[in-house]
Nanobody, 122 residues
């Protein structure tokens, strides 16, 4: 079974940075597209970013483009989301997810982590 565990969330002031990580186990990490989603209180879960098997194809939500960077290290079975210039509207629980083919919707992902809280103060 595939297992994903997020870490790195916390409290940061607007304009600051955080780096989230996702540890993968139970399958061939390099065989999966890794995605990041987030869910704010009272809102639906939304796509944030994704990175392909070899890291050559990435996708970002318009709201984070230019501020967030998704990466992966297949030698360590980890994915990361570097978040810069954070805004209060970025406050949410962030989830990593895995799928076989690049996808931008929640329904396309097969495996999910437990989530990590990111809070950005004004």
């Amino acid at each position: 079974q595939v297992q994903l565990v997020e870490s790195g969330g916390g409290l940061v002031q607007a304009g600051g940075s955080l780096k989230l990580s996702c540890a993968h186990s139970g399958g061939s990490f390099s065989g999966y597209v890794m995605g990041w989603f987030r869910q704010a209180p009272g809102k639906e879960r939304e796509f944030v970013a994704a990175i392909s098997w070899g890291g050559i194809d990435t996708n970002y939500a318009d709201s984070v483009k230019g501020r967030f960077t998704v990466s992966r290290d297949n030698t360590k079975n980890t994915a990361a989301l570097q978040m810069n210039n954070l805004k209060p509207e970025d406050t949410a629980v962030y989830y990593c997810a895995a799928t076989e083919i690049m996808g931008l919707t929640e329904e396309e992902y097969d495996f999910w982590g437990q989530g990590t809280q990111v809070t950005v103060s004004s």
